[in-house]
Structure formats: structure tokens, C-alpha cells
């Protein structure tokens, strides 16, 4: 449940203090990490980086670690998605080149520390459901192709475990938070449902089906954002109802 002493202002700091998905040396299951390096064979990418992985940040957390001198020297780039709120849906993306080898240099944002799975909470803070924390991931199981994350095959031990002891993600009960987390929802929803119905690309495989989808996926040709603005509008309608205008700038928010 979120209560009102928990969503005025996100409390980045309680977030980001522990870990929630943490194998020791899974990264000597999967080949060398392929969460930090995404170099898988078939991956020939023409435009999207290699030898490295995109990291993504909820608008306020990038801010929030770049007041603290913890992100990428990269240069990042932003994506704003104006769903009709008082303020857009904004992501940050940056290249990591680190390799795996961040710790004293960066902090990992939530997205590294939560990944293979992405825990998509309702609008009173329950578990809704486990998505994947990676288009890539998803398109591996869309694709009926093994990933090479090993930790993925942990996903009903992980599930349960956060079943079981809530207050693991309670940190992640603010109407912030549970809002990009369903926008990760339907994004992937939107996903899965228009890659299906590619016919053209779903009967290739392998580095053809990778370099036509990496195409496909960068004009914007793979998801329905009009739909997903729909679904982020009732979505924000929703959290709003309950916990006010929580995108309003924290200066603005009303006093709980």
C-alpha cells in the first residue's frame, strides 16, 4: 500500500540503497555479462551501439544521480513522450561502455539493478506482474530464442520472493515509480502485440531477423505510441485520483 508520508518526494536515496536482483558471478553463466555488453552473435547493429548497453533512467532519478556526479560521461539523450499530463514522460538514455566494471566510477541506476525483471506495481503498490527489463529479453522470448541470461530462468523464484516479503520493493511504492513502471508495461504490451503481427520480420531468423528488426524498431515501425498514450492518460487519471498531481513539479506538490 503507499501511503501519503511515501510519495512527496520519491526518496531516490532509499531506492537506490540496496540491491533487488543480485547473483553472485552470474556473469560467469552467460558467457561475460551479457546484460553490460550485449554482444550476442547474431547482433550485427548498424546503428544501435555495440560493445556496451543502453541504460535508461526515469527523468527525476537521471537528475537526481547527475546532481551527485554518478552518471556516464556519455552524453545522454532524452526521450519525451507528451501523453496529455501536467508534464511528459521523459527517459533518459546513455551508453555504458563500462562493461561491467562501474563500481567506483558510476552507480548502477535502478534499471541495472532490477534487470532481467521489471516488477510492475499496481495503483495501491501491489505486485501486478514481473515484465522484462530489456527489449531484448522480450524479443528473445517472442522469438521463441534462448537468451543468454541465465538469471531469467529465475524468474518464479524471484516472483515469489517479492510475494513473500513485500517490503523488499516497498522503496518502489510511490505513484512516480508505479507510473514508468506501467509505461514499461504498456510499452512492452504495445510491443508484443505489433511485432506478432509482423509477419515479414517474425518468419526470419537469427542476424536477418536482427538487422531488419533493428530498422523496424528505430523508426518507431514496432509499437502503437497512440495507444500508449491512451493507456499512460487513464493510468495517470487513476494515480492522481488517489495521491494528487504527483508529475507536478516537487515545489508544486501539495503538502501531504
Known amino acids: 500500500m503507499i501511503s501519503a508520508a511515501n510519495y512527496r518526494p520519491v526518496d531516490w536515496n532509499s531506492i537506490h540503497s540496496g540491491e533487488y536482483v543480485y547473483e ?6 552467460c558467457d561475460g555479462g551479457f546484460c ?3 554482444d550476442h552473435p547474431d547482433f ?5 551501439p555495440k560493445n556496451g548497453s543502453v541504460i535508461m533512467y526515469m527523468e527525476d532519478e537521471y537528475h537526481y544521480f547527475a546532481k551527485r556526479g554518478q552518471v556516464s560521461s556519455t552524453p545522454a539523450q ?7 499530463g501536467p508534464r511528459p514522460l521523459v527517459v533518459y538514455h546513455v551508453f555504458c561502455g563500462l562493461l561491467g566494471r562501474c563500481d567506483g566510477v558510476m552507480e548502477k541506476p535502478f534499471l541495472c539493478k532490477i534487470y ?39 524468474l518464479e523464484s524471484y516472483k515469489k520472493l517479492w ?4 517490503r523488499i520493493l516497498d522503496p518502489l511504492r510511490h505513484p512516480y ?5 506501467q509505461a514499461i508495461k504498456y510499452f512492452s504490451r504495445s510491443y508484443e502485440k505489433t511485432l506478432l503481427a509482423r ?10 531477423f536482427w538487422s531488419e528488426w533493428e530498422i523496424a524498431y528505430l523508426r518507431g515501425e514496432l509499437f502503437d505510441l497512440d495507444e500508449i498514450k491512451y493507456e499512460l492518460s487513464k493510468v495517470y487519471r487513476d494515480l492522481s485520483q488517489t495521491y494528487g498531481d504527483f508529475l507536478a513539479p516537487v515545489h508544486e506538490l501539495p503538502v501531504a
Not at 44 to 48: A, N, P, S, T, W
Not at 121 to 135: D, V
Not at 163 to 166: F, H, K, S
Not at 199 to 208: A, P, Q, V
Open 36 to 38: 553490460c555488453k550485449h
Open 163 to 166: 510475494t513473500d516479503n513485500p
Open 78 to 84: 532524452k526521450i519525451t513522450l507528451d501523453f496529455g
Open 116 to 154: 532481467p525483471f521489471m516488477p510492475i506495481l499496481g495503483a495501491q503498490g501491489e505486485l501486478e506482474s514481473l515484465w522484462h527489463a530489456s527489449i531484448f529479453e522480450l524479443t528473445f522470448e517472442l522469438v521463441k530464442s534462448k537468451t543468454p541470461c541465465t538469471v531469467f530462468n529465475k
Open 24 to 29: 553472485v558471478g552470474c556473469w560467469k553463466t
Open 44 to 48: 550485427d547493429f548498424q546503428f544501435l
Open 199 to 208: 509477419s515479414d520480420l517474425m518468419r526470419k531468423s537469427g542476424k536477418e
Open 177 to 181: 515509480v508505479v507510473f514508468y513502471l
